[in-house]
């Protein structure tokens, strides 16, 4: 039952990138509210599936490539829509809505490895730290599309051309602005993601750091922003540079929480020997 | 009925200024011209239009003929100055060709910056001001809300005022795509060039605040700052100012460039890589092309401009093409509606309806509680709810018959279709 809803969901995502589309292309005969609806309408199908499989299963659980996807997903979705609410970034809208189309299909086709979690490990530790690590990527995923935004911008500014399509898109001061605002609230997300995922692993396993791929992986984004983040604030880096950088940590983040967890086994494949 | 609707008026492709401010219609006498339209036998309903660039008088007449004619005698009055005849600049619409025009000015199609947004409110205006000088009746009050109706439909529909197509608008929808917001950034317009200025006060028209001016001759600097409310600053000393500047404008007749790759990329790091904008506009390159190459910096030279302004005016056409539909299909339908407004069609359609509503309530009747009726006495009860129809029609029909061709006639046309949904299939 909850897959079936997995699937409306992705199928309504896949609606909502249809309507941003059409609302990037034809802007004089759409308005801006049909897609962020749309989107919304699916963030609202989202939470059902979520809130099925959690009565399913009994627990909130994320150990499944699955489920761990849909639930990345759900945030990403559901971070976006509160910044809309602030900031009225419909544009930004058509660069989540179809990843998170992308990551809500990647859940059911691909998305069956992973174990349950043994009953032991059922505590609130794991909600609590893939929660917050999950919120940090969600917030870089806006950074991420905000940073493709000025990029695309930048170019055409550069090469003196014009569009309809980029004129929509905010000017490369304000891109430049919200790609620190999204910095400043995902790296404390992520370092308290990290900070809650080494304190259960030394209560269950007795230490903090287990060298895991994806901990290296995760420690390597966590100094690439941590960079990033102290050169915008100590020596006013900004622009394109800090775009391609924001870019590039979130290429590694997702495709390694894609692939990375199913070619090298491990706890956070779902693997708990 | 009348129905012919006239537009007689002249306007900036038909007249000289001269001719166009004899002809104008001065605003505080405005309602005394509009009651004396409206005094004209021939004229039921007019408005008067007058701005800057147009002088029309929209009427809605019985007969075509004689309405032009006293129109035209109408406006000759206004000019009392000697000269050619007015009659060769005027420009004559009757019929769809009257209704097109009006929704054209109306979408700012037939204006001289087309697109430009000012004209509907004065068309609003004007329509206002026969609202209350009582020369306005059911077929003009409906014409000018349909153009206003075209209007938003043009403008949201057609993408024909958003595009910059001067020098100085292109520069300032640049600026707009690299800066959040003008109204906290500087300006530095370095020479005394005319299109340098004209850039200048496009930007503070659109929000810069501060302007910093300079000039090889600092008393020209002088004058220039007192022009645009800037500060003027010497010619060897400007380079200290250069990172206090987002937007820097260079329009003078050196020969040899001004601003080099070097000096830029220092002036960056001094603005801890703020972005920087620069508008070439000498005739001969004031600023090196390659400090484009440098990051958080944009160059644009005259002929960039050009280019993007050039592309904005074939987008423009298109888009222009685009509103002529919507115009044409917004004709159609006033003409739908006018032609509705005829007496016969009006009573055959409300008899119909009537007629209708009586059939289906004896159907109705006939099969369920009054099953059992007889042939005659189903006779008889045809009969008396057709007499019923009849009686209650006698009365508005003999009155509607008896209404004269003036303005009451349309007003109860349209108030009984309204009333009984007589548009509605």
Same mark, same amino acid.
């Given at each position: 039952?909850?897959?079936?809803?997995?699937?409306?969901?992705?199928?309504?995502?896949?609606?909502?990138?249809?309507?941003?589309?059409?609302?990037?292309?034809?802007?004089?005969?759409?308005?801006?509210?049909?897609?962020?609806?749309?989107?919304?309408?699916?963030?609202?199908?989202?939470?059902?599936?979520?809130?099925?499989?959690?009565?399913?299963?009994?627990?909130?659980?994320?150990?499944?490539?699955?489920?761990?996807?849909?639930?990345?997903?759900?945030?990403?979705?559901?971070?976006?829509?509160?910044?809309?609410?602030?900031?009225?970034?419909?544009?930004?809208?058509?660069?989540?809505?179809?990843?998170?189309?992308?990551?809500?299909?990647?859940?059911?086709?691909?998305?069956?490895?992973?174990?349950?979690?043994?009953?032991?490990?059922?505590?609130?530790?794991?909600?609590?730290?893939?929660?917050?690590?999950?919120?940090?990527?969600?917030?870089?995923?806006?950074?991420?599309?905000?940073?493709?935004?000025?990029?695309?911008?930048?170019?055409?500014?550069?090469?003196?051309?014009?569009?309809?399509?980029?004129?929509?898109?905010?000017?490369?001061?304000?891109?430049?602005?919200?790609?620190?605002?999204?910095?400043?609230?995902?790296?404390?997300?992520?370092?308290?993601?990290?900070?809650?995922?080494?304190? &259960?692993?030394?209560?269950?396993?007795?230490?903090?750091?287990?060298?895991?791929?994806?901990?290296?992986?995760?420690?390597?984004? &966590?100094?690439?922003?941590?960079?990033?983040?102290?050169?915008?604030?100590?020596?006013?880096?900004?622009?394109?540079?800090?775009?391609?950088?924001?870019?590039?940590?979130?290429?590694?983040?997702?495709?390694?929480?894609?692939?990375?967890?199913?070619?090298?086994?491990?706890?956070?494949?779902?693997?708990?020997? | 009925?009348?129905?012919?609707?006239?537009?007689?008026?002249?306007?900036?492709?038909?007249?000289?200024?001269?001719?166009?401010?004899?002809?104008?219609?001065?605003?505080?006498?405005?309602?005394?011209?509009?009651?004396?339209?409206?005094?004209?036998?021939?004229?039921?309903?007019?408005?008067?239009?007058?701005?800057?660039?147009?002088?029309?008088?929209?009427?809605?007449?019985?007969?075509?003929?004689?309405?032009?004619?006293?129109?035209?005698?109408?406006?000759?009055?206004?000019?009392?100055?000697?000269?050619?005849?007015?009659?060769?600049?005027?420009?004559?619409?009757?019929?769809?060709?009257?209704?097109?025009?009006?929704?054209?000015?109306?979408?700012?199609?037939?204006?001289?910056?087309?697109?430009?947004?000012?004209?509907?409110?004065?068309?609003?205006?004007?329509?206002?001001?026969?609202?209350?000088?009582?020369?306005?009746?059911?077929?003009?009050?409906?014409?000018?809300?349909?153009?206003?109706?075209?209007?938003?439909?043009?403008?949201?529909?057609?993408?024909?005022?958003?595009?910059?197509?001067?020098?100085?608008?292109?520069?300032?929808?640049?600026?707009?795509?690299?800066?959040?917001?003008?109204?906290?950034?500087?300006?530095?317009?370095?020479?005394?060039?005319?299109?340098?200025?004209?850039?200048?006060?496009?930007?503070?028209?659109?929000?810069?605040?501060?302007?910093?001016?300079?000039?090889?001759?600092?008393?020209?600097?002088?004058?220039?700052?007192?022009?645009?409310?800037?500060?003027?600053?010497?010619?060897?000393?400007?380079?200290?100012?250069?990172?206090?500047?987002?937007?820097?404008?260079?329009?003078?007749?050196?020969?040899?460039?001004?601003?080099?790759?070097?000096?830029?990329?220092?002036?960056?790091?001094?603005?801890?890589?703020?972005?920087?904008?620069?508008?070439?506009?000498?005739?001969?390159?004031?600023?090196?092309?390659?400090?484009?190459?440098?990051?958080?910096?944009?160059?644009?030279?005259?002929?960039?401009?050009?280019?993007?302004?050039?592309?904005?005016?074939?987008?423009?056409?298109?888009?222009?093409?685009?509103?002529?539909?919507?115009?044409?299909?917004?004709?159609?339908?006033?003409?739908?509606?006018?032609?509705?407004?005829?007496?016969?069609?009006?009573?055959?359609?409300?008899?119909?309806?009537?007629?209708?509503?009586?059939?289906?309530?004896?159907?109705?009747?006939?099969?369920?509680?009054?099953?059992?009726?007889?042939?005659?006495?189903?006779?008889?009860?045809?009969?008396?709810?057709?007499?019923?129809?009849?009686?209650?029609?006698?009365?508005?029909?003999?009155?509607?018959?008896?209404?004269?061709?003036?303005?009451?006639?349309?007003?109860?046309?349209?108030?009984?279709?309204?009333?009984?949904?007589?548009?509605?299939?």
């Amino acid at each position: 039952m909850d897959m079936l809803v997995l699937k409306v969901t992705a199928v309504v995502y896949l609606l909502a990138t249809a309507s941003y589309i059409l609302y990037l292309v034809r802007p004089e005969r759409s308005s801006p509210r049909v897609p962020s609806a749309v989107l919304l309408a699916g963030f609202v199908v989202h939470s059902l599936a979520l809130a099925l499989h959690f009565f399913q299963v009994g627990y909130p659980a994320v150990t499944q490539l699955r489920e761990a996807l849909s639930f990345y997903s759900w945030l990403m979705v559901g971070v976006y829509l509160l910044v809309q609410i602030k900031y009225r970034l419909t544009v930004l809208g058509s660069f989540i809505a179809p990843l998170a189309f992308l990551i809500a299909f990647s859940a059911f086709t691909f998305g069956t490895g992973g174990e349950e979690l043994p009953p032991a490990l059922k505590t609130y530790w794991l909600p609590l730290h893939v929660t917050l690590a999950f919120l940090g990527n969600a917030v870089f995923a806006l950074a991420f599309g905000v940073s493709l935004m000025y990029l695309l911008q930048e170019y055409q500014l550069k090469n003196k051309k014009s569009s309809a399509l980029h004129s929509r898109f905010p000017s490369l001061e304000t891109l430049d602005r919200l790609n620190y605002i999204f910095l400043v609230w995902g790296f404390p997300l992520m370092t308290l993601g990290i900070i809650t995922g080494s304190l &259960w692993a030394r209560i269950n396993w007795g230490n903090y750091w287990s060298w895991e791929p994806r901990e290296i992986s995760s420690a390597l984004t &966590w100094l690439l922003y941590g960079a990033l983040l102290q050169a915008r604030i100590a020596r006013g880096w900004r622009g394109k540079k800090a775009a391609l950088l924001t870019i590039v940590g979130f290429v590694v983040v997702l495709g390694y929480f894609l692939l990375g967890d199913s070619i090298f086994p491990s706890r956070h494949g779902g693997r708990f020997e | 009925m009348y129905r012919q609707i006239i537009i007689v008026g002249l306007n900036h492709r038909t007249a000289p200024v001269e001719v166009r401010e004899r002809v104008a219609f001065d605003g505080s006498l405005l309602g005394d011209s509009l009651r004396r339209l409206h005094a004209l036998s021939s004229i039921k309903e007019g408005v008067i239009l007058s701005t800057c660039n147009r002088v029309e008088v929209v009427a809605a007449a019985p007969e075509e003929g004689v309405a032009l004619r006293d129109v035209k005698a109408f406006l000759a009055e206004q000019e009392s100055v000697r000269g050619r005849p007015l009659e060769e600049h005027l420009y004559i619409y009757s019929g769809d060709g009257a209704v097109r025009h009006l929704f054209r000015v109306a979408a700012s199609l037939d204006s001289m910056v087309v697109g430009e947004p000012q004209i509907l409110g004065q068309l609003k205006g004007y329509y206002s001001a026969a609202q209350e000088a009582g020369t306005i009746g059911t077929v003009l009050h409906r014409l000018f809300h349909r153009s206003f109706f075209v209007a938003k439909r043009v403008r949201t529909e057609t993408g024909i005022a958003s595009r910059a197509v001067s020098i100085s608008s292109v520069a300032v929808d640049l600026a707009k795509r690299i800066f959040d917001r003008l109204e906290d950034k500087t300006v530095l317009l370095i020479g005394a060039g005319k299109t340098g200025g004209l850039v200048a006060r496009h930007l503070q028209r659109n929000g810069v605040r501060s302007l910093m001016v300079t000039n090889r001759t600092f008393e020209r600097a002088l004058e220039l700052a007192e022009q645009f409310r800037g500060s003027p600053i010497r010619f060897e000393d400007y380079p200290h100012y250069l990172s206090l500047a987002d937007l820097v404008v260079g329009c003078t007749g050196s020969p040899e460039m001004l601003l080099g790759p070097e000096t830029v990329g220092a002036v960056l790091r001094e603005r801890k890589q703020r972005a920087m904008f620069f508008i070439d506009l000498g005739d001969r390159r004031n600023f090196d092309p390659a400090i484009n190459q440098i990051d958080n910096v944009y160059l644009y030279n005259i002929d960039d401009l050009k280019n993007v302004a050039v592309e904005n005016l074939q987008g423009r056409s298109r888009e222009i093409h685009k509103a002529e539909e919507i115009v044409d299909e917004e004709v159609i339908n006033f003409f739908h509606w006018l032609e509705s407004l005829e007496q016969v069609p009006t009573i055959v359609a409300l008899r119909g309806r009537l007629e209708q509503i009586r059939r289906r309530e004896m159907e109705k009747s006939l099969s369920t509680n009054l099953k059992g009726l007889s042939e005659k006495e189903r006779q008889a009860l045809e009969e008396m709810t057709s007499a019923m129809i009849n009686k209650i029609l006698h009365a508005p029909i003999t009155r509607l018959k008896g209404l004269s061709e003036d303005q009451e006639e349309a007003l109860y046309i349209d108030a009984l279709k309204k009333l009984f949904g007589l548009d509605e299939k």
